[in-house]
């Protein structure tokens, strides 16, 4: 048995809302309007369950103006998409599942909150968020941050794609068809066949200025495809999502069809 005492009723009928949509089974009793009792004998993780949803009241309802204010003020970000990206970040971070011990801010506030809930006397989830204010504002600048840079490396990437995207729309076709197979490194094929060499590729890569959208040469996954400039593109192999592959469809978009390693037309590929 758990019980959470909330007296705002907003706050209230937003909880019971995430109960519904988690699905948790459990039956609940209100005392004098303020007091919820939770009960289950299906859930052996009420406590984590519990724990994890009023975590999430805490940051994304009760205190999103406050985080707001802190991405405003701390970090002098004015702009609202951009604000609204680092938020979403900062949610992710820290409502994630999966392990807490690397996020630092999540590991301590659902400690907090296990504490309370466990405790035998009810959970006070207003004095609780009240109390450990100064707590929650220390870990979140640092969350922020963290946030923060990865938004920043996320619109590097995406600048680095774009780039690439603009590369490819300015160069003319020079084959119709690259077929590719998944591994470590990639390998090439012409739509004949052919087995493309390293030293093919590396005398096709030196004939462009690929450097003016920051890729080295002697990179012969991306670089050889830029460099063949083919009207489209097959991949074959056992990993759709395959960090290089989904790399090349990023790029290449509607250019690229992702096959199965079985339907390679060639020479056997182990």
Same mark, same amino acid.
């Given at each position: 048995?758990?019980?959470?005492?909330?007296?705002?009723?907003?706050?209230?009928?937003?909880?019971? @809302?995430?109960?519904?949509?988690?699905?948790?089974?459990?039956?609940?009793?209100?005392?004098? &309007?303020?007091?919820?009792?939770?009960?289950? /004998?299906?859930?052996?993780?009420? &406590?984590?369950?519990?724990?994890? !949803?009023?975590?999430?009241?805490?940051?994304?309802?009760?205190?999103?103006?406050?985080? +707001?204010?802190?991405?405003?003020?701390?970090?002098?970000?004015?702009?609202?998409?951009?604000?609204?990206?680092?938020? /979403?970040?900062?949610?992710?971070?820290?409502?994630? $599942?999966?392990?807490? +011990?690397?996020?630092?801010? $999540?590991?301590?506030?659902?400690?907090?909150?296990?504490?309370?809930? =466990?405790?035998?006397?009810?959970?006070?989830?207003?004095?609780?968020?009240?109390?450990? @204010?100064?707590?929650?504002?220390?870990?979140?600048? $640092? =969350?922020? &941050?963290?946030?923060?840079?990865?938004?920043?490396?996320?619109?590097?990437?995406?600048?680095?794609?774009?780039?690439?995207?603009?590369?490819?729309?300015?160069?003319?076709?020079?084959?119709?068809?690259?077929?590719?197979?998944?591994?470590?490194?990639?390998?090439?094929?012409? =739509? @004949?066949?052919?087995?493309?060499?390293?030293?093919?590729?590396?005398?096709?890569?030196?004939?462009?200025?690929?450097?003016?959208? &920051? !890729?080295?040469?002697?990179?012969?996954?991306?670089?050889?495809?830029?460099?063949?400039?083919?009207?489209? +593109?097959? +991949?074959?192999?056992?990993?759709?999502? =395959?960090?290089?592959?989904?790399?090349?469809?990023?790029?290449?978009?509607?250019?690229?069809?992702?096959?199965?390693?079985?339907?390679?037309?060639?020479?056997?590929?182990?």
């Amino acid at each position: 048995m758990i019980q959470i005492l909330m007296d705002n009723e907003k706050d209230k009928m937003l909880f019971y @809302d995430k109960l519904a949509r988690d699905q948790l089974i459990c039956e609940i009793y209100e005392q004098g &309007g303020k007091i919820i009792t939770i009960t289950s /004998e299906e859930s052996i993780d009420l &406590g984590d369950d519990l724990a994890s !949803l009023l975590l999430e009241m805490w940051l994304v309802h009760s205190k999103k103006e406050s985080l +707001i204010e802190m991405i405003k003020e701390h970090y002098y970000f004015e702009d609202k998409q951009e604000i609204n990206a680092v938020l /979403e970040l900062v949610f992710e971070r820290v409502l994630a $599942k999966g392990n807490t +011990i690397e996020f630092e801010a $999540k590991e301590q506030l659902l400690q907090i909150i296990m504490l309370g809930i =466990e405790d035998e006397n009810p959970f006070d989830y207003h004095a609780c968020i009240t109390s450990y @204010d100064d707590l929650f504002y220390t870990l979140m600048i $640092k =969350e922020i &941050g963290y946030a923060i840079d990865e938004w920043k490396q996320e619109e590097q990437y995406q600048h680095f794609i774009q780039s690439l995207r603009d590369y490819i729309a300015n160069q003319s076709v020079k084959s119709n068809v690259l077929h590719i197979v998944q591994g470590n490194q990639f390998t090439f094929y012409r =739509e @004949d066949g052919h087995k493309f060499t390293s030293e093919e590729l590396k005398d096709f890569i030196q004939q462009k200025p690929l450097y003016i959208v &920051g !890729l080295d040469e002697n990179e012969l996954n991306l670089t050889p495809i830029l460099a063949l400039s083919p009207s489209h +593109i097959y +991949i074959y192999g056992r990993d759709p999502s =395959e960090a290089k592959t989904t790399a090349v469809r990023n790029i290449f978009q509607e250019q690229v069809t992702y096959k199965r390693l079985q339907s390679f037309p060639f020479a056997h590929v182990e």
